[in-house]
C-alpha cells in the first residue's frame, strides 16, 4: 500500500514505515502530524485517484528531526571584468517517519 501526498507544494511517494525528507515543518522532535492532501491511493492493486484529492483518507506520521540539506555552491562570474561571487546555502528539511495512511 502507498500513497502520493502532497506536502508543502512537493508530491512525495510515501509507504507505511518509510522516513522521506520534506520541507521544513512546524513542529518539535516527536510531534505527530498528518497529511490530507492525497492526490492518490494504491491499496493492494486497486488505485484510487483523486480529483484533485482523494476524499477521506489521512496519511499520519512523525516528526524525527530537523536536519540540513547537502551544501550547493553557487557561483557566478563575468569573463574579462574581475566579477566573481562564490555562495553557499544548505536547505532545512525535516525527517518525517510514516506511520499510518488510510
Known amino acids: 500500500m ?3 501526498v502532497d506536502i508543502a507544494g512537493k508530491q512525495f511517494k ?15 522532535a516527536g510531534a ?3 497529511f490530507d492532501k492525497v492526490l492518490l491511493l494504491d491499496n493492494n492493486g ?6 484533485p484529492t482523494v ?15 547537502n551544501k550547493v555552491i553557487v557561483f557566478k562570474k563575468k569573463r574579462r571584468k574581475g566579477y566573481a561571487v562564490k555562495n553557499g546555502h544548505r536547505q532545512q ?7 499510518s495512511i488510510g
Open 32 to 34: 505527530n502530524v498528518s
Open 2 to 4: 502507498y500513497a502520493i
Open 55 to 69: 476524499q477521506g483518507v489521512k496519511v499520519s506520521g512523525k516528526i524525527l528531526e530537523h536536519v540540513k540539506g
Open 14 to 28: 510515501v509507504a507505511k514505515d518509510q522516513y522521506i525528507y520534506a520541507p521544513k515543518m512546524e513542529g518539535e
Open 93 to 99: 528539511f525535516t525527517k518525517v517517519q510514516i506511520e
Open 46 to 51: 486497486s488505485v484510487e485517484v483523486g480529483a
